[in-house]
C-alpha cells in the first residue's frame, strides 16, 4: 500500500485480511513524549481487517526525545497556540487519508492515548463526518478549547478507559467525560482499571472486542 504525503507523519499497519471496497480502519494518536512507534505496536492484537495508521504528533517533545501534540499548561488545559495548530494539521491529515486511502468513512475510528485521547475528541465533536467512533484511554475530554463541538450525534461510539491509580491524568477525568457523554445520544461504554497510565492485557482486549463489535455493526447507539 503506497503512503500519501500530508501534514503529519504516519506509518500504515495494511488490513491482514483483504476484501474488495474499502477498509474499516483505526487512527492511532499516541501520548506526550511518544511517537508513532508507540501504539502501533497493539496492531497484531486488533481485528485483523483494519487498515490502521499510526500518526506522529508535529512538536518534539523537549525531554527525553518523542513528540507532543501541544504544550501543557496544566492538566486539561492545553496551550491554545499549539493546541491549535496540531488540531488544524490533523483535520488536514484525516482529509488527505480519507481520499488517498481506502477508508470506509462509516468505519473510521480513533484510539488515542492520554493527549492523543484529547485529540481524538476534538475530531469527533468538531467532524464528525468523518468518525464512527473514538476509544479514549487514560486521557479527558477537551472542555477548554477554542472549538464548536457537536455534542449530540447519532450512531457514533466512544469507549473510555482509565486506570484507577493514573498519577498523570487522575481517574476523575475519566469519569467526568463518562458524565458528559452519558447525557448524549452517544453510545458509550466506560471502564476502570487497577493500572496506573498505561494501557494493560485486559484494557486492550475490552478495546479489541469493541472495535470488532462496531466493525460487524452489531452494536446499536441508544
Do not use: C
Not at 500519501?4 to 513524549?33: D, M, N, V, W
Not at 488540531?87 to 484525516?94: A, G, I, N, R
Not at 477554542?146 to 457514533?156: A, G, I, P, T
Amino acid at each position: 500500500m503506497q503512503q500519501i504525503q500530508s501534514t503529519l507523519y504516519h506509518k500504515i499497519h495494511p488490513p491482514q485480511k483483504y476484501k474488495a471496497g474499502e477498509f474499516p480502519t483505526l487512527i492511532l494518536l499516541h501520548g506526550r513524549g511518544a511517537n508513532e512507534d508507540d501504539l502501533l505496536s497493539l496492531a497484531e492484537y486488533l481485528d485483523d481487517r483494519l487498515l490502521i495508521v499510526a500518526v506522529r504528533a508535529p512538536f518534539a517533545f523537549p525531554v527525553g526525545g518523542g513528540h507532543m501534540w501541544y504544550d501543557v499548561l496544566e492538566v486539561g488545559s492545553p496551550e491554545p497556540k499549539t493546541f491549535a495548530e496540531s488540531y488544524q494539521k490533523l483535520v488536514q491529515f484525516l482529509d488527505d487519508a480519507v481520499h488517498g486511502y481506502r477508508i470506509d468513512p462509516e468505519r473510521l475510528f480513533f484510539f488515542g492515548f492520554s493527549m492523543g485521547t484529547m485529540m481524538s475528541y476534538s475530531v469527533l465533536f468538531t467532524k464528525p463526518e468523518f468518525v464512527a467512533g473514538v476509544i479514549a484511554h487514560s486521557g479527558y475530554l477537551p472542555e477548554e478549547v477554542d472549538l464548536q463541538f457537536q455534542w449530540n450525534l447519532e450512531n457514533k461510539s466512544v469507549f473510555i478507559a482509565h486506570g484507577m491509580y493514573d498519577p498523570v491524568i487522575p481517574v476523575q477525568w475519566g469519569r467526568r467525560a463518562n458524565e458528559l457523554l452519558s447525557q448524549t445520544n452517544i453510545d458509550v461504554v466506560y471502564k476502570e482499571y487497577p493500572i496506573a497510565h498505561q494501557i494493560s492485557e485486559e484494557s486492550l482486549s475490552d478495546i479489541s472486542r469493541w472495535l470488532t463489535q462496531r466493525i460487524d455493526g452489531r452494536v446499536m447507539s441508544k
